[in-house]
C-alpha cells in the first residue's frame, strides 16, 4: 500500500480558528468556502507546476481536515494545527490520511496532543468523521462506575445513541471507565460498554471523551458501536 507524506504548508497558514456550537458533521466539504467564523488559509497563487498543484490540493485537504477535526469539539473556539499527515491509498477513490496534530480549545493556553485517522474522499473533495486519540503516552487510571466523571459521560453518551436512534429504544450501559491525563487541564475518558436496543439485540460499544477540569464540563463525548478498532493513529504514527 502506498503511504506518501501530505505537504503541509506553514503551521501559522495551517492553523484554524473556528466558532462553532456543539454539533457533529460527518463530513467537511473540501470543495466548499470557509463559513464565517473560520480562519484558514490554503492557497492564495494558482498553481504554476506539478508541484505547486500538489501543494494547493494538500493544501485543500489540510483544510478540510482541520475543520472536520475542529467539529467534533463542544467549545466556542478550536484552534488546531498539524504536525504530519500520511496519506494511504484505501480505494480507487478514497485515500487514508492518519497523522499527528496539536489543538487548542476556548481560552486555554494549552495545546494538546491527538492522533488521527480519516478517509478522504476524491470524487467528493470531502473528509469523512475522524477517529481521534486525544493526548498521548500518559497511563490510564481506572474510574469507578459510580464516580460522576463516569455517570455524565454514560448519560451524555446515550443521548447521543437516543438521538441516532431515535426510533428505536437504546440504553447504554458502560463497563469499563478509564482516564488519562491531557495536559494540565484537560482529562481524557475512556469507556467500553453496551448498547442495549431491546428486540434488536445488544452492540458492543467505545465511548470517548474530553473533559474540562477547570470548567468542569465536557468538551467532547463521542461514540462507536462494535468491538474496539485496532491501535488508533497516535500509535501509528509513533511506530514509524
Known sequence: MRRTPLTLLPVATLSLAIALMAGRSDDVDAATPPQAGVIAQASVTAPGSRVEAEQALDATVAAALIGAVAGQFDEKDVEVRLIDVDVEDASLRDRQLIGRGELRLGDSDEWIAFGFEALYDTVESVVSYPRLTVGEGATADPVSLDASIARTLGDRAETALTNEFSQQPVSLTLEDVRSI?????????????????GREGNAAAQVHGLFDQQKDRWVRVSYELGEAPAPWAANRVASR
Open 181 to 197: 491525563d491531557a495536559g494540565g487541564r484537560y482529562l481524557r475518558v475512556e469507556a467500553s460498554g453496551t448498547a442495549d436496543f
